[in-house]
């Protein structure tokens, strides 16, 4: 059974003492039942909530992460300094990370195997642009994506993986793919992963969707065959309406 996961991405928000208030909002407001409930939040911030976060069952990630495991790469984080923070996942390929940090799928790919070597789940995020749906070409970009994404990654180690289908043109506009529309390109990743892989892997990997989620659309996308969770921007940003998020 796929636990549902709702993942908040914090993006570049929040001081330590609005990021501590929104944690003390959960020692007393849990988030909802066999759910489970994530905030990805900016690098400075991942210490002292994670010590604020024991209180909570709400648990905490990073937002990207450099491959190499240490060296001069001024500005970035490795993947062994998020797992001393007590930060479990790592958001990687982000669309804001590959269109103003020129992320590329290799780059991405490279994250991803040194995430799973640490023992931080990767949360793979894929997307199409508005041309590209336009164009019709939203199978094949993100296809592409996942591919590129996962190479070398072993049906062992994949169902570990999380993806995140994030149409660009759906984030931070209000605007969401239709509940039928998202879900018919996160079946078609898991249809992916059944080819690359086997029936396991796509049975047990987790595929959420991502693009203006809101507490009151999130029980229509949830009650989809193939979206087991959601990855949250604006609408995780207030304690309540997170919750709200957590329980559908
Ligand atoms: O990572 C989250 C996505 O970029 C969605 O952001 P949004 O919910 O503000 O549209």
Redesign the pocket.
Known sequence: MRVPLIAG?W?MHKTLDEALSFVRYFAENPPGENVEALICAPAPLLYPLADAMKETAVALGAQNMHHAPQGAFTGEISSAMIKDTGASYV?LG???RRQLFAETDASVNLKVTKALEAGITPIL?CGESLEEREEGRTGEVVKGQVIKGLEGISEVEVPRVVI?Y?PIW????GKTASNGDANEVCAEIRHLIKELYNDEAAATLRILY????KPSTIKGLMAESDIDGA??????LEADSFLGLTRF
């Open positions: 991405n993006k958001i982000h669309s804001e995020c995140a994030e759906a984030i931070g506009t991502g693009g203006s989620v990855l949250v921007g604006g609408a995780s």
